[in-house]
């Protein structure tokens, strides 16, 4: 029997995840003038495209993705439990 592994984090069509730090946070919250950080749509801290990232509630995560009209979009994920 074969076993093929896979490692699904640098697969092509899963976009990049970067953990942000708090003053990187706070000055995307303050960019997008939002009243509180709830406002953010959110992730699962166990998701697997970030789980490998150890991120803990209330962290923020940027997502990079590839765009055929933009070049690349930029998203923002408030984790959650």
């Known amino acids: 029997m074969i076993f093929i592994i896979i490692n699904q984090i640098q697969h092509e069509l899963i976009p990049k995840h970067e953990l942000l730090s708090q003053e990187e ?3 995307i919250i303050e960019k997008l003038q939002m009243n ?3 406002n953010l749509p959110h992730i699962f801290s166990d998701d697997p495209a970030i789980i490998h990232m ?3 509630a209330g962290d923020l995560v940027r997502i ?3 765009s055929q009209t933009a070049g690349q979009a930029v998203y923002y994920r408030l984790v959650v439990e």
């Open 36 to 38: 509180s950080e709830k």
């Open 25 to 27: 946070k706070q000055s």
């Open 54 to 56: 150890s991120p803990k």
């Open 64 to 66: 990079t993705r590839k």
